[in-house]
């Protein structure tokens, strides 16, 4: 059988080897007409579609009718959709946390992708850790790919109030753990913050991620913000399919899209969206695949020059569907042009700067300000170094108490997520406001998974007495959805002999975010000291076999994107 380019497309690519390729092609052709399929249809050129509905997914709750969608769009443009289903991974449903299940979803989709017979591929992810794990796996497939959103929730109501998830979930806890709310109340919110299937509402991972997949040029125009249940979201849907057809048919191969100068547009955007700290995580990972560097240093400098401007939970005050009402993407990425490197090239073939002229001139609107009223005049992120982060730290600064962003305070130190559940409410806790809140083990290798415990909650007691942030330091994650002075990804981690794992109760520490710096104000010879005397790593009980063992041996730390080492391009770690 010869080897033309039009026998590696369409259903011919990808043989099972069974020895004799003629024979291969038979025997596919064969089971696949068990499905009723005519010859005219199987010749055309075939997109995959990623079927990552789950009743354990709520924020893919409309995947039936994106499929759909996806499958008209595709047929219109003359091609064949083939949806095949893939891990789903939502953020309540997965124990011990998503951040453990997102390489495995990668592997899952790069192989699938790989395996089966596709010219492109519509990914359809939206809940936090899948549109990350989508890209990586495609960013290691290199076929066409596309990126197809899930859509946000719609607002509910609370007594007058509108609410979403998940700011307002904290929002709410926070007063029902500070007694200003009773048992009753919480019962009638939590009935009202998730209105309708899709993502979170506010500007957290699954938001960041959307707008910052548009920002890479991997959705149509206007991908990123049409809510779940919209009949945009649908027509998005279509219009993906079509262009599927389209990358198929010209060769648009990923590794075209994901470039240097799209990551640099997209580390843009999800500064001046004012976007999820995990963002880096993920984009780290993404950009791994194709073999680029994200380099700490630069995102900081970047993020001094962008201006946080989409005016949204938690940083402000909207929600996803007002950003959508408010021209979405267009208008951000028209208000950041001089910023963005707009030679960088999209699915629809066309370059940024170019969707953007086509964009059209944008309307008034109160929900993307101009760089001349930002909402925050720097990026919303800020990296830390220092003695007690060498690889570095993250703080989101548009979300964080103005008061607290240059403090010295005596650490109150967790030395895990369980130690922290079992004494943070304690009366007899030794803590004030004036403390730093310093929670160990909850890093990529240490709790595992990285968990977004982050969000180290306020200790009851000052709580109750009105204190409503307090400085908190971890090696873990927090939900984009959250709020306060709070320091993540410190780097390296605990469970691997970082400096926080050497912190003790009463030490005092410096965060100076200005400065960039977090540092530990304890003498050399004494950390040296103490870091002879942590107990050796052994291989931990949770990670004796299966993926868990696969996961504890490879996992790269948070400033690598936490991917597994051989999964970066060529392998490196
Ligand atoms: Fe799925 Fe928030 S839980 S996006």
Redesign the pocket.
């Known amino acids: 059988m010869s080897d033309s380019k039009n026998d590696r497309q369409g259903l011919k690519k990808g043989l099972t080897n069974y020895g004799d390729p003629g024979f291969s092609l038979f025997l596919r052709k064969a089971f696949i007409k068990g499905a009723g399929y005519t010859d005219d249809a199987l010749d055309r050129p075939v997109v995959g579609i990623t079927n990552t509905g789950s009743s354990y997914n709520p924020?893919h709750g409309n995947m039936p009718q994106l499929i759909e969608a996806v499958k008209r769009g595709v047929m219109l443009a003359g091609g064949l959709p083939m949806d095949f289903p893939t891990i789903s991974v939502?953020?309540?449903f997965s124990a011990p946390t998503s951040m453990f299940l997102r390489n495995l979803m990668s592997m899952d989709t790069e192989e699938l992708v790989r395996a089966q017979p596709m010219d492109a591929v519509v990914l359809i992810g939206?809940?936090?850790k899948t549109v990350p794990a989508q890209l990586m796996g495609a960013a290691s497939a290199g076929i066409p790919a596309i990126q197809l959103i899930t859509g946000s929730m719609l607002t509910g109501s609370h007594r007058g109030e509108r609410v979403g998830?998940?700011t307002d979930c904290r929002r709410y806890w926070g007063k029902f753990r500070a007694e200003e709310i009773d048992g009753e109340e919480i019962a009638a919110v939590n009935n009202q913050l998730v209105a309708s299937v899709g993502?979170?509402s506010v500007m957290?991972t699954?938001s960041t991620m959307a707008c910052a997949a548009e920002a890479l040029g991997m959705t149509v125009p206007g991908g990123a913000s049409p809510p779940a249940v919209t009949a945009d979201r649908i027509r998005i849907a279509e219009q993906t399919g079509a262009q599927a057809v389209a990358i198929a048919r010209a060769g648009l191969t990923i590794d075209k899209i994901l470039t240097p100068a799209a990551f640099e547009n997209a580390l843009r955007v999800l500064l001046a969206i004012g976007g999820s700290t995990n963002g880096i995580v993920h984009l780290t990972a993404i950009a791994g695949r194709m073999g680029i560097d994200i380099d700490l240093a630069a995102l900081d400098r970047m993020g001094r020059e962008t201006p946080v401007l989409l005016d949204l939970k938690p940083s402000g005050r909207h929600y996803m569907e007002d950003f959508h009402a408010a021209g979405g993407m267009a208008t951000l990425l028209r208000e950041l042009k001089p910023l963005l490197r707009l030679g960088a090239l999209t699915v629809t073939g066309r370059t940024l700067g170019e969707e953007i002229e086509r964009a059209g001139p944008g309307f008034a609107q109160d929900v993307v300000r101009t760089a001349a009223d930002p909402i925050y005049p720097q990026g919303g992120l800020a990296v830390l170094r220092g003695n007690l982060a060498p690889g570095g730290a993250i703080i989101k600064q548009s979300a964080a108490d103005a008061r607290l962003m240059e403090h010295e305070g005596r650490a109150v130190v967790f030395e895990n997520a369980q130690d922290m559940a079992e004494r943070i409410d304690r009366d007899d806790l030794d803590v004030t406001a004036d403390d730093i809140l310093v929670l160990k083990h909850i890093g990529p290798k240490g709790a595992p998974g990285m968990p977004e415990a982050g969000y180290i909650p306020i200790p009851k007691k000052l709580a109750r007495s009105g204190v409503k942030d307090i400085v908190r330091i971890s090696d873990g994650r927090m939900s984009g959805t959250a709020f306060g002075t709070i320091v993540l990804h410190i780097t390296p981690e605990s469970a691997v002999g970082g400096p926080l794992a050497l912190v003790k109760n009463g030490d005092q520490i410096r965060l100076d975010v200005a400065g960039r710096r977090i540092e530990l104000l304890v003498d050399e010879a004494e950390l040296k000291k103490r870091h002879a005397a942590l107990a050796p790593a052994g291989t931990p009980d949770w990670a004796k076999r299966g993926y868990a063992w696969l996961f504890n041996e490879t996992i790269l730390q948070a400033d690598e994107g936490c991917d597994f080492d051989f999964m970066r391009e060529n392998g490196k770690g």
């Open positions: 924020c939502h953020e309540s939206g809940c936090d998830a998940c993502t979170c957290g699954a």
